[in-house]
């Protein structure tokens, strides 16, 4: 294999794999939760458990029915035998992306052996998106999961015929968890690619012997149950509301705002195992081959999987840079089958110019960090940011001595090992670093801490957000926030109560100043808080992160 031997290569991958697994359940309770996701699958389960029923999701105080059941339910088993907690959650948020490793190791496996497999695991675990995604977003990492082993059994059953019926029964099984998880798509894209895949290969034929009959049951017997529930409590709306508002809905109408163009997927596809881009770029040129030719079978199903997902969302009204990323184990396994190809064919200009490549992708990043939230940042310092520059900086320096010294498989190596640490750094200190700019916690104790000074029978105040969305506030406080977006209806409401807690920008507060003055409503700040907003286009201008601000009316203002 070049510079180092096969076996050699096998325990540096096994090593930096172990290293970076590891990594994915340390720490999980260092930050609060992350807003505008994560809330709801720490939340909507707690209620579940504390009141017992497991059928009709809530949130805030309010039907959540906009999602299946399964991922509270994952999350609630996780309660009931570790205890209610965040770090609880992302423990479960661990668990599934461990199986999406899996994944990427049997999709590699099946192309170019177990170093194949091994190293397309590697690829995976240590993209920092990946890294970010495993601590933070429930839906997304379980439903990739379920989506890929799908997938992956099916090219299982493919390849051990005498197992076939056992793996395609495990594949269907997958599918049927996936949509409880997340709707059709789970069951769409596995048949979509399938049904291409057998239209290409010339098998349609072979479809007869797919256990359609006994597999369509195991689908139904997974999703069918939970609806019937809610239909018979609830009737056509809930059903109605999902299928069609939640699926059909957001493919036909936008529901972000800005303009997403066709090309959004683009750099989603390139950054999402960076900085791995230059051989996902040359696996998926490679995968685009077999297209056309019979090279390799399951490479074409893999690409067919990406192809279907890009395109599919890229006509989508609805863009979100989550809805492609089941594609990522698959984007692995061909990047690492490009990369052992060349290695064992000796085309190691192949993997020095993508090294090189890499690294240079990890000195841009790194010197990005010291200047934008490093110690050369103006406004935005972010703790860990200079230690994670010169981690990137360093490694890339690395990387291109190894090349250029004509050992490009230990520059691979060198490329991930930067890349663990480098997470390491990312994970254990610059994230709970954010915890500094992150304003809800405080506020809750801010309100509680007030609260404590009642008399009895005097009436809790009312807690609102206004044009904010910060749904982790009603975890934290555990009671209902009410959500306002209106300025005449939340003057109207401040009205109503003799106290109450807003949390809104400084410029909405001057005008409920403004509105609620010629009514008497005496109003004040409370508290002042940096609201992290991590948006490379605000970062990038210099704009300052913005305030929030904790406001208080009436007997509020008087604690």
């Not at 109408?253 to 683009?266: K, L, N, S, T």
Request: charged letters at 15%; hydrophobic letters at 55%.
């Amino acid at each position: 294999m070049g510079d180092v031997g096969r076996a050699g290569v096998e325990r540096a991958v096994v090593a930096l794999l172990a290293a970076s697994v590891l990594l994915l359940f340390l720490g999980l309770g260092a930050n609060t939760i992350w807003d505008a996701n994560e809330a709801f699958y720490v939340d909507t389960p707690r209620h579940m458990v504390e009141t017992g029923d497991y059928v009709n999701p809530q949130f805030n105080g309010e039907p959540r029915m906009n999602k299946p059941v399964l991922s509270y339910w994952i999350v609630a088993g996780f309660y009931q035998v570790f205890g209610v907690s965040v770090g609880v959650e992302r423990l479960a948020i661990a668990v599934g992306a461990v199986g999406i490793l899996f994944a990427a190791f049997l999709f590699g496996r099946s192309l170019g052996g177990t170093t194949a497999g091994l190293l397309a695991a590697l690829i995976v675990a240590t993209a920092p998106r990946f890294v970010m995604f495993s601590r933070r977003i429930f839906i997304d990492i379980w439903v990739t999961m379920f989506m890929a082993l799908a997938l992956a059994c099916f090219v299982l059953a493919e390849q051990k015929p005498d197992q076939r019926r056992r793996y395609l029964w495990l594949m269907y099984a997958a599918i049927g968890l996936g949509v409880l998880t997340k709707g059709p798509v789970a069951l769409l894209f596995p048949a979509a690619t399938i049904g291409t895949w057998l239209l290409l290969e010339r098998r349609l034929s072979d479809l007869r012997r797919f256990h359609l009959v006994s597999g369509t049951l195991i689908v139904l017997a997974i999703v069918v149950p939970w609806w019937a529930v809610i239909y018979a409590q609830q009737g056509w709306e809930p059903l109605q509301a999902f299928w069609l508002g939640e699926n059909v809905g957001r493919y036909t109408e936008a529901m972000q705002p800005g303009e997403r163009d066709i090309f959004f997927y683009v750099p989603v596809v390139l950054g999402d195992l960076f900085p791995w881009t230059l051989f996902v770029v040359g696996g998926l040129v490679w995968g685009a081959t077999t297209l056309f030719n019979r090279e390799s079978p399951i490479a074409r199903l893999l690409m067919l999987w990406v192809v279907w997902h890009i395109g599919v969302f890229s006509l989508s009204q609805t863009k979100q840079d989550l809805y492609i990323f089941p594609i990522v184990p698959a984007l692995a396994a061909l990047a690492a089958c490009l990369i052992q190809h060349a290695i064992t064919h000796g085309r190691m200009r192949v993997i020095r110019a993508g090294a090189v490549m890499s690294a240079a992708l990890m000195a841009i990043v790194g010197g990005g960090l010291f200047w934008l939230l490093g110690s050369q940042a103006q406004i935005h310092q972010i703790a860990g940011a200079n230690l994670l520059g010169v981690v990137l900086c360093g490694g890339a320096v690395v990387v291109v001595g190894l090349g250029l010294a004509s050992r490009p498989v230990v520059a691979l190596t060198a490329i991930a090992a930067t890349l663990v640490v480098a997470n390491y750094v990312f994970a254990l200190v610059s994230l709970p670093a954010v915890e500094a700019f992150k304003p809800v916690l405080p506020m809750v104790q801010t309100i509680e801490a007030r609260a404590a000074g009642r008399s009895e029978g005097e009436p809790i105040p009312p807690v609102a957000h206004y044009r904010e969305v910060l749904p982790s506030m009603a975890f934290y406080l555990k009671r209902p926030i009410e959500d306002i977006f209106d300025m005449q209806t939340l003057v109207a409401r401040v009205h109503q109560v003799p106290a109450m807690y807003i949390m809104m920008r400084p410029n909405h507060y001057a005008e409920l100043q403004a509105r609620a003055f010629p009514l008497d409503i005496p109003t004040c700040i409370i508290s002042r808080h940096t609201l992290f907003e991590a948006k490379l286009k605000n970062v990038l201008s210099g704009e300052a992160w913005p305030q929030l601000l904790l406001v208080g009316t009436r007997a509020a203002c008087a604690r």
